[in-house]
């Protein structure tokens, strides 16, 4: 079953001569353990989608469904518990907070949902752990390098019992390895059985992904294939 | 690929058999270019008539037979590795071509084309991402081989991404260009 799911959600700004619509019945479904990208220009909608689906804006029109619960007449209270608990957001530009050190960037969450000091250090120490950071855990953001943010990034919207990763260009301003390092952590985060949507102009991030989204002017226009095995590009790509 | 270089330079190590050169040429591009056996021999024997490998004359020509690199091999070797391929004219793009065609054609949705080509493309760079993420953490050879053919193909997505945005802004506003140039209908022709 899928832990994200989309229906007919359209999104449009403005009313009459100004109205723009920036989704037009989208439909997304992502199941648990899948990577799935969304890629398309600037300007296609990608990051509406994405808010829409972390419920951190309302479609126009259409239903978001998470874990099975529809977003449709839930509370705001119940919207942020759903946040806070089951979605982790990764951005561009790492949204790191600079006065907390890496421990304290990825234990937050946690405590701001009410789970205890101690408990809370350990489980960000332990997806620090997952992501080979444990000696930056006292660092505070601008002691670390590019990369680095983007993994304390990660660990933060994995830790926990969190479910969904909803990522916007996470690879944004990182060199080629760190993008490649990136993308690795997500989808060893999705072999563990979480969801997650990447929004990327880049084909090689979402390169990745098990299924890649097409989205142009709002619409969803195409979809990749399931991939076969990777050895038959082996016996296409004999060249003298 | 030149497998007559990359013979030579196995053979700068030392004195090898045919098939262990067949078996160190797959290794070493992270068996991504398999070889056949019948390649390599014709190969080793244009290279003995060039004088840049030598071999046991008396040996009979079979699995048996040890060939070595000539020092006008190294000399050629070395030429070799320094020499940038020939990148300077632009290559007749198939794809190119396609989409220019497609310009022209009335009822063809350029954008649909695009998008046609851009998955295909997607999907290939999928299949080369799951054999790194399969195996390139440990295979240099094959990550190497693997990050150059993503960079390839992932050049021709921004291109196919930025003709579509080139067009769009075209359609927006038609006076800006008339579909083909003087300059690329020349470049064209002097590429037929």
């Known amino acids: 079953m899928s832990f994200l799911e989309m229906r007919n959600v359209s999104k449009s700004y403005g009313e009459g001569a100004t109205e723009v619509h920036a989704l037009h019945n989208v439909n997304l479904s992502v199941d648990r353990g899948a990577l799935v990208a969304v890629m398309g220009p600037s300007g296609s909608g990608k990051s509406t989608l994405l808010t829409i689906a972390g419920s951190l804006e309302e479609p126009t029109s259409g239903e978001v469904v998470i874990d099975g619960a529809s977003l449709e007449g839930m509370s705001r209270n119940g919207k942020a518990r759903l946040r806070r608990r089951t979605i982790g957001y990764v951005f561009q530009d790492f949204n790191l907070l600079a006065g907390l050190t890496a421990a304290e960037n990825v234990s937050l969450p946690l405590e701001l949902d ?4 101690r408990k809370a250090s350990a489980q960000a120490m332990a997806a620090l752990d997952e992501l080979g950071l444990v000696d930056r855990a006292t660092h505070f953001p601008d002691e670390l390098s590019g990369g680095e943010r983007q993994r304390v990034a990660i660990a933060r919207a994995v830790v926990g019992e969190r479910h969904l990763v909803l990522a916007d260009e996470p690879s944004g301003a990182l060199d080629s390895a760190n993008g490649e390092a990136v993308m690795r952590m997500i989808l060893a985060a999705c072999k563990r059985g979480l ?9 090689q991030l979402a390169s990745w992904a098990d299924r890649v989204v097409f989205l142009r002017d709002g619409r969803v226009v195409d979809q990749t294939a399931p991939p076969p095995s990777p050895e038959s590009i082996l016996e296409h790509s004999a060249r003298p | 690929m030149s497998v007559r270089h990359a013979l030579l330079g196995l053979l700068s190590e030392g004195p090898k058999y045919g098939h262990q050169l067949r078996q160190e040429f797959e290794a070493r591009t992270g068996d991504v270019w ?18 840049l490998v030598e071999s046991d004359e008396a040996a009979d020509d079979g699995p048996q037979k040890v060939f070595r690199i000539t020092p006008e091999g190294e000399r050629e070797l070395a030429e070799w590795l320094h020499t940038p391929p020939d990148l300077t004219s632009p290559p007749r793009d198939e794809l190119v071509i396609k989409v220019l065609v497609a310009l022209r054609l009335p009822g063809v949705d350029v954008q649909d084309v695009l998008q046609v080509h851009r998955r295909y493309l997607v999907e290939l760079m999928q299949q080369w991402t799951r054999l790194k993420e399969d195996e390139g953490e440990f295979d240099l050879a094959l990550a190497l081989v693997v990050d150059a053919e993503l960079f390839r193909l992932d050049s021709v997505i921004r291109w196919l991404d930025a003709a579509g945005g080139r067009l ?5 506003d038609p006076q800006t260009s008339s579909p083909t140039t003087p300059l690329l209908r020349r470049r064209l022709v002097v590429r037929r």
């Open chain 1, 114 to 117: 009410g789970v205890g000091g």
């Open chain 2, 34 to 51: 398999p070889l056949n056996v019948g390649q390599v021999y014709t190969t080793l024997q244009r290279l003995e008539r060039d004088d």
């Open chain 2, 168 to 172: 769009k802004r075209a359609a927006a």
């Open chain 1, 195 to 203: 969801a997650a949507v990447v929004v990327t102009h880049d084909a």
